[in-house]
T-cell receptor, first 117, second 114 residues
Framework: AQKITQTQPGMFVQEKEAVTLDCTYD???????LFWYKQPSSGEMIFLIY??????QNATEGRYSLNFQKARKSANLVISASQLGDSAMYFCAMREALTGTASKLTFGTGTRLQVTL | DVKVTQSSRYLVKRTGEKVFLECVQDMDHENMFWYRQDPGLGLRLIYF???????EKGDIPEGYSVSREKKERFSLILESASTNQTSMYLCASSLSRRSNQPQHFGDGTRLSIL
């Protein structure tokens, strides 16, 4: 079963507007972490923001914030004041409870965001 | 800043060849990972390593092997390349097993098998 679901293959947003990228997840663990990454057309994956399952406040990093709704198992990324440079693929990822070895990430299929003038 | 370096951005090889993809990180990270990325499928974990000479299979290890002889270097090996291994390959590293540590990625290698 898919553990990370990103239902929006593509999104458009006008410059200076805010946009929300959806992410839902499935886990039976109580302790887990959620990450968002950005991948520009050049290919590198850039870490944006992290939310822990026990964090009481929604994470924020500059123009990025994470709308974490634990009961609904959603962790949506909000980008405020979009810029042309925000055009990229965005991936949501989850790290489940540590098993004693390196903790692994499970990625969603991504959302391609296009910022327009 | 963490630097994860992959040896090639683009690589073209022939079916049946043995292919080596190299990855080096400069921050003394414990964990290293190899993913492949295909359109519509996101990133899928091939193998990972949590220590020198230690490795574990990810979700799609078939057709691949790995080597970690030194802490900073993690190699992905395609034993006998096939056309269905044409893909984008991404290497990543993370500091430790702490849950809030992000993985840091290299720039990726676009591999074409002809």
């Amino acid at each position: 079963a898919q553990k990370i679901t990103q239902t929006q293959p593509g999104m458009f947003v006008q410059e200076k507007e805010a946009v929300t990228l959806d992410c839902t997840y499935d886990t039976s663990d109580q302790s887990y972490g959620l990450f968002w990454y950005k991948q520009p057309s050049s290919g590198e994956m850039i870490f944006l923001i992290y939310q822990g399952s026990y964090d009481e406040q929604n994470a924020t990093e500059g123009r990025y914030s994470l709308n974490f709704q634990k009961a609904r198992k959603s962790a949506n990324l909000v980008i405020s004041a979009s810029q042309l440079g925000d055009s990229a693929m965005y991936f949501c990822a989850m790290r489940e409870a540590l098993t004693g070895t390196a903790s692994k990430l499970t990625f969603g299929t991504g959302t391609r965001l296009q910022v327009t003038l | 800043d963490v630097k994860v370096t992959q040896s090639s951005r683009y690589l073209v090889k022939r079916t049946g060849e043995k292919v080596f993809l190299e990855c080096v990180q400069d921050m003394d990270h414990e964990n290293m990972f190899w993913y492949r990325q295909d359109p519509g499928l996101g990133l899928r974990l091939i193998y990972f390593s949590y220590d020198v000479k230690m490795k574990e299979k990810g979700d799609i290890p078939e057709g691949y092997s790995v080597s970690r002889e030194k802490k900073e270097r993690f190699s992905l090996i395609l034993e006998s390349a096939s056309t269905n291994q044409t893909s984008m390959y991404l290497c990543a590293s993370s500091l430790s097993r702490r849950s809030n540590q992000p993985q840091h990625f290299g720039d990726g290698t676009r591999l074409s098998i002809l």
